[in-house]
């Protein structure tokens, strides 16, 4: 399992909601299989429905099985 | 990804003391917001949370590297528990360069107390060229990360390390361990000024001085905190010793080293840990101080095995 303020901790690079998305996917990617939306990321373009994105992000991954 | 570090004029290398944007900069405060959020949302609170037991400390499983290395990523350290095979002096040598390449670590600090694999023996030493330095007596040690005297950039700086007991004091010898991270945030939480002053290249200044074996050791000049851009990630450089130590003088230098003494003295994030036979802990560099000990009753006395690196846990 994979936490939100875990990645954000380990990626000080990432400074947008649109950056979040790809290190998701990126964890997705390598294997992980659950998200776990510990933490509200406030950057400044994060979004109203932030959980549904990061959400579809990761599954959009997981789901075609890469 | 865009890099949030500039260069230095003319030189092609990224700024280690002053990045453009992300959680380190100055200038980017809704960075760090979000960074400082995650930070203390995932840190542990207790050293049980710390703690990892591993089978076979050469060897360790995936799951053990997982909690490993994912604790080394929320809080710059873990702790694990080896059991019986850590407790011989022999047999844990290897063992523990084994867990190191697994954790990725291999670029080992060339240190003048090493041994042939790179381990330090910290023992109380009587005699040798160990004798008379405070870390093999049986003195407590102030707060520090190690090799701050030794300061040549990211590159070449202690960034991960390996402590491992063999044995125990009879009484003492305990750790206090605290995230540099931590430290930065509750500077920067009660004035940003402190952190610009310890990110200065001249903030601290360690003199010249004659080493043990007759080499001399040129004064070592730099930065508190720094940042290595190629790890994106944040490094500190400290002792608070008083002797043997000179600070830039100015006002905010001085009430940030002031700060920083009372977050060390009463930060509720310090954990404090007295290691047994078996246990060790691996972290990127992180703040710890040793308390005194008394090795009465031990006959043969504490030893723990030091191995540094200049490569970092959990990137």
């Known amino acids: 399992m994979v936490q939100i303020s875990e990645l954000i901790i380990s990626h000080p690079e990432v400074t947008t909601f649109e950056e979040l998305e790809e290190l998701v996917k990126e964890a997705a990617r390598r294997g992980e299989i659950h998200l776990s939306f510990d933490l509200k990321p406030e950057y400044p373009d994060t979004p109203r429905r932030w959980q549904d994105r990061l959400e579809t992000a990761f599954t959009s991954v997981i789901g075609t099985g890469r | ?315």
């Open chain 2, 1 to 315: 990804m865009c890099s949030m570090f500039n260069p230095l004029p003319g030189e092609g290398q990224a700024d280690v003391t002053s990045p453009a944007a992300g959680p380190f900069s100055l200038k980017d405060d809704e960075s760090y917001a979000v960074w400082r959020s995650a930070k203390l949302a995932g840190y542990p609170r207790a050293a049980g949370e710390l703690r990892v037991p591993i089978r076979d400390l050469a060897s360790p499983s995936p799951d053990e590297l997982t909690a490993l290395t994912t604790l080394c990523r929320r809080a710059n350290m873990a702790l694990y528990d080896s059991g019986p095979l850590g407790t011989d002096p022999v047999r844990t040598r290897p063992a523990l360069r084994a867990l190191a390449a697994t954790l990725n670590l291999r670029q080992i600090e060339d240190h003048r107390s090493g041994a042939a694999d790179g381990i330090v023996a910290i023992e109380v030493a009587g005699t040798g060229g160990r004798a008379g330095y405070i870390p093999y007596s049986n003195r407590p040690i102030s707060w520090h990360t190690d090799g701050y005297y030794n300061y040549h950039g990211p590159s070449r700086c202690v960034q991960a390390m390996v402590l491992h007991c063999v044995r125990d004091a009879a009484q003492g010898g305990v750790n206090g361990l605290l995230d540099h991270d931590i430290a930065y945030i509750r500077l920067r939480d009660r004035d940003p000024a402190f952190i610009e002053a310890l990110m200065h290249p001249e903030a601290m200044t360690i003199p010249p001085g004659e080493e043990a074996h007759g080499r001399y050791r040129p004064d070592n000049t730099g930065p508190v905190f720094f940042i290595d851009p190629v790890r994106n990630a944040l490094i500190m450089r400290y002792t608070a010793r008083k002797r043997n130590v000179s600070w830039r003088q100015d006002g905010t230098t001085r009430r940030a080293l002031e700060a920083l003494e009372e977050i060390l003295e009463n930060d509720p994030l310090i954990i404090s840990y007295k290691m047994t036979p078996g246990e060790g802990i691996v972290c990127n560099n992180v703040l710890h101080n040793r308390s005194g000990f008394d090795n009465e009753g031990a006959p043969e006395g504490r030893l723990l095995y030091r191995v540094r690196y200049h490569d970092r846990l959990g990137s």
